[in-house]
């Protein structure tokens, strides 16, 4: 059924979908979690390449957020499920925790990660 949805890209058992509204952290989590689904979670370069492409639909210098943090631990990134990152794309010299206030990770137009803080407004694109 979520196929239905405008724009979903498809990787492995995973569709990956945006509602095209920029959000804080707190609140696109909230989204994907009341659409039935969680934040982008690319755990293989495919699946970041689905996220990258939702992303880049929203044209140059678009960012969205991943549902990975280190609120638990300062620069161990976790999913939201609490499972240990297994997979990454940081941009070189990322994650830097800048101003030690960077909690949050984005994915920027060319698929690159960086750690930012989060009460910015990104994109928020949900999986399924
Ligand atoms: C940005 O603007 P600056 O240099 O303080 C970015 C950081 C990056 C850094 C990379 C809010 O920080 O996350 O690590 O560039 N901050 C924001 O140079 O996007
Ligand atoms: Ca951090
Ligand atoms: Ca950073």
Redesign the pocket.
């Known amino acids: 059924k979520i196929l239905l949805f405008h724009g979903g890209k498809q990787s492995g058992d995973k569709v990956f979908v945006t509602n095209g509204l920029e959000e804080n952290f707190e609140n696109a989590q909230r989204t994907c979690r009341e659409a039935g689904g969680v934040l982008a979670t690319p755990k293989s370069a495919a699946e970041n390449s689905a996220t990258q492409e939702i992303l880049n639909t929203k044209g140059e210098s678009a960012k969205a957020f991943l549902g990975i943090s280190d609120f638990q631990v300062e620069g161990i990134f976790r999913y939201l499920s609490g499972e240990k990152i297994i997979f990454t794309n940081w941009n070189l010299?990322?994650p830097?925790n800048?101003?030690d206030n960077?909690d949050c990770v984005e994915i920027q137009d060319n698929g690159k990660w960086?750690?930012?803080?989060c009460n910015?407004l990104r994109l928020v694109i949900c999986e399924f």
């Open positions: 010299g990322e830097n800048s101003k960077e960086n750690d930012i803080p910015l």
